[in-house]
């Protein structure tokens, strides 16, 4: 079983101002993977909380799944914490969104979301809109299972399983 931490960025949401439907919309996206969501907070756009929430969790669980902040307001700071946290970046989970996206909006080339490593934990930055968090999710789901499988130190060859 995976096991997930989902950290849903606004200040509004962390007010109790507004309902938050991304963090939910991402719980229910992750059954598709069978993985258990262990933690799930509501935070501010406040770049040192969530460098501390996301080395919390990276000691917790394997992946670990924000949203929002990824945009071009000053508050939009999740892509930052996440670079100054992890250790390998993974600019193609990024890309694989962004390129997904842009099928549906240009809009979506703004997204400055990132991805990668710390420790054993895989971090990706979702955007807030739930409508949109399904789009990238869908984009990257099935590599999911095997990403983790391989931060917990698998040394199945890759293309075993793509047939080639």
Same mark, same amino acid.
């Given at each position: 079983?995976?096991? %997930?931490?989902?950290?849903?960025?606004?200040?509004?949401?962390?007010?109790?101002?507004?309902?938050?439907?991304?963090?939910?919309?991402?719980?229910?996206?992750?059954?598709?993977?069978?993985?258990?969501?262990?933690?799930?907070?509501? $935070?501010?756009?406040?770049?040192?909380?969530?460098?501390?929430?996301?080395?919390?969790?990276?000691?917790?669980?394997?992946? $670990?799944?924000? #949203?929002?902040?990824?945009?071009?307001?000053?508050?939009?700071?999740?892509?930052? %914490?996440?670079?100054?946290?992890?250790?390998?970046?993974?600019?193609?989970?990024?890309? =694989?969104?962004?390129?997904?996206?842009?099928?549906? #909006?240009?809009?979506?080339?703004?997204?400055? %979301?990132?991805?990668?490593?710390?420790?054993?934990?895989?971090?990706?930055?979702?955007?807030?809109?739930?409508?949109? $968090?399904?789009?990238?999710?869908?984009?990257?789901?099935? $590599?999911?299972?095997? =990403?983790?499988?391989?931060?917990?130190?698998?040394? +199945?060859?890759? %293309? +075993?399983?793509?047939?080639?």
């Amino acid at each position: 079983m995976i096991t %997930a931490a989902i950290l849903t960025l606004s200040d509004k949401g962390s007010r109790g101002e507004r309902e938050d439907l991304s963090g939910p919309a991402i719980r229910d996206l992750l059954k598709q993977v069978d993985a258990r969501v262990d933690f799930y907070d509501v $935070i501010p756009d406040e770049k040192a909380l969530i460098k501390e929430k996301l080395i919390e969790y990276s000691r917790k669980v394997d992946v $670990i799944l924000t #949203t929002g902040g990824t945009g071009l307001s000053p508050r939009d700071v999740t892509p930052d %914490a996440t670079l100054e946290v992890i250790e390998r970046e993974i600019p193609g989970i990024a890309e =694989a969104m962004r390129a997904e996206g842009l099928k549906k #909006t240009r809009r979506a080339m703004l997204s400055r %979301a990132v991805a990668g490593v710390r420790g054993n934990a895989l971090i990706i930055n979702l955007p807030g809109s739930p409508k949109a $968090i399904k789009e990238g999710l869908e984009a990257i789901m099935e $590599i999911i299972p095997h =990403a983790v499988e391989k931060l917990k130190g698998s040394t +199945a060859d890759c %293309a +075993a399983r793509e047939g080639g």
